[in-house]
């Protein structure tokens, strides 16, 4: 099953969550906001995919600016990250469509129809 991590205020989660349903993906619909995956779930992802943990942030939201992130987010471990973002929902990159192993971060439609 599909996981998509969205927040349902933010435009490219529902252009990403039309493109799932235009295309008649099936998926479990998770509130990133109310249901913020965990710190473990973060490093997992982290380790499994490979992505580098900048990535994760969503660089142009306003707690990541007002807490000055773009300074440390780079020199941050992987644990220090994965809390920092399963403390904050509003601090990830979304959406997030999870698909086994496999991870995207944002919406990109090349990537989506690559993946599924």
Partial sequence: MINFYWYDKCSTCKRAKAWLDQ???EYQLIDLIND??????FVQWMKET?????K???????IYRKENLKEVVYSLSEEDAAQKLSERGMLV??????????LL?????????TLL
């Fill in 23 to 25: 295309h008649e993906v």
């Fill in 36 to 41: 913020t995956p965990t710190k473990e779930q």
């Fill in 50 to 54: 490979n992505i580098p943990i900048h």
């Fill in 56 to 62: 994760f942030f969503n660089t142009s939201g306003i």
């Fill in 93 to 102: 990159k979304r959406p997030i469509l999870e698909n086994g192993s496999q």
């Fill in 105 to 113: 971060l944002g919406f990109k439609e090349s990537e989506y129809e």
